[in-house]
């Protein structure tokens, strides 16, 4: 078992499940991820994925949010991310995909120059 990475599921309640993922999301545990996410995607109306734990992230933990989201989507169900850490933002700013997932995204001021994106942000009217 890859200790790497671990994937704690909430109750399943009125059709929706609550899931963390706690460590790496890269090439080494992807197939893991897929794996246990999917079961519970399937099992439900709408996923919560709470991302605050993930301290590692590559192009292949990318690809398999943006498989889980069109999964989603594809089948009727709602899939939302939520409290991306540092990790997971830097990989979704990298690929421009703020937009694509559609989530709330919260970054404390004083970290927001560390991002290209200006999701949520107030922008200055130009004279």
Do not use: C, W
Not at 39 to 66: N, P, R, W, Y
């Amino acid at each position: 078992m890859d200790d790497r990475v671990k994937i704690k599921a909430g109750r399943k309640k009125n059709n929706h499940i609550a899931v963390s993922i706690q460590g790496e999301a890269g090439i080494y545990t992807v197939k893991r991820l897929h794996g246990e996410l999917s079961k519970h995607l399937k099992a439900v109306q709408s996923m919560e994925i709470d991302l605050s734990g993930v301290s590692e992230m590559d192009t292949a933990g990318f690809q398999l949010l943006v498989a889980l989201k069109r999964e989603a989507a594809g089948n009727g169900k709602s899939l939302s991310l939520v409290g991306h850490s540092a990790a997971v933002l830097r990989v979704l700013d990298l690929y421009g995909a703020i937009g694509f997932f559609g989530d709330r995204i919260r970054v404390p001021a004083s970290q927001r120059d560390n991002y290209a994106f200006r999701y949520g942000l107030k922008t200055r009217k130009r004279a």
